[in-house]
């Protein structure tokens, strides 16, 4: 698959804003991508509900805007497959655990990045969500990281996938 490039970033985004709702972006996932809503939704099965309902959220904004780009079905992905893609971002991680957490998102967004508009994008988001409660509970640093490396790994996965 080519690059997503910001125009289809715009499509995604007014599509987002029109009707999107956290139950249809579940929804959604459960129906095309169910291992991939299943990772994020486990990921976060133990921490905040927030974290896990914008990962959901981010989730949909990745596999919409795969599928805006795709020139045919995306095929389903496979636990095993966000396993293995997790595993080389915690990797990842491991090499940028001295980094402040805007080094960090930065480093991920381009990092080894095959759709680096999408991540930019997402970075953003992730650094905008949370930017208010991040001010008020420096604890919440780790939330962010986990929330970006799920993306990541979805991301990453969907990519292989379309490749």
């Given at each position: 698959m080519k690059t997503i490039g910001e125009s289809t970033i715009a499509e995604m985004?007014?599509?987002?804003?029109?009707?999107?709702?956290?139950?249809?972006?579940?929804?959604?996932l459960e129906a095309r991508q169910p291992?991939?809503?299943?990772?994020l939704m486990t990921t976060f099965e133990d921490g905040r509900i927030e974290a896990g309902m914008q990962a959901c959220?981010?989730?949909?904004c990745v596999y919409r805007a795969f599928e805006l780009e795709s020139e045919g079905p995306i095929p389903r992905i496979a636990m095993r497959e966000l396993a293995a893609k997790a595993d080389a971002n915690q990797n990842l991680l491991l090499g940028t655990s001295t980094a402040s957490l805007a080094e960090f998102l930065e480093v991920m967004s381009l990092e080894m990045a095959a759709q680096p508009v999408l991540m930019q994008f997402l970075r953003q988001?992730?650094?905008?969500g949370?930017?208010?409660?991040?001010e008020r509970n420096r604890q919440l640093i780790?939330?962010?990281v986990a929330i970006f490396l799920a993306v990541k790994t979805v991301v990453d996965a969907?990519?292989?996938a379309t490749n």
């Amino acid at each position: 698959m080519k690059t997503i490039g910001e125009s289809t970033i715009a499509e995604m985004c007014r599509e987002m804003t029109r009707s999107h709702s956290l139950s249809a972006a579940m929804d959604y996932l459960e129906a095309r991508q169910p291992d991939v809503l299943h990772y994020l939704m486990t990921t976060f099965e133990d921490g905040r509900i927030e974290a896990g309902m914008q990962a959901c959220q981010l989730g949909w904004c990745v596999y919409r805007a795969f599928e805006l780009e795709s020139e045919g079905p995306i095929p389903r992905i496979a636990m095993r497959e966000l396993a293995a893609k997790a595993d080389a971002n915690q990797n990842l991680l491991l090499g940028t655990s001295t980094a402040s957490l805007a080094e960090f998102l930065e480093v991920m967004s381009l990092e080894m990045a095959a759709q680096p508009v999408l991540m930019q994008f997402l970075r953003q988001m992730v650094a905008t969500g949370l930017s208010n409660d991040l001010e008020r509970n420096r604890q919440l640093i780790p939330e962010v990281v986990a929330i970006f490396l799920a993306v990541k790994t979805v991301v990453d996965a969907l990519d292989a996938a379309t490749n």
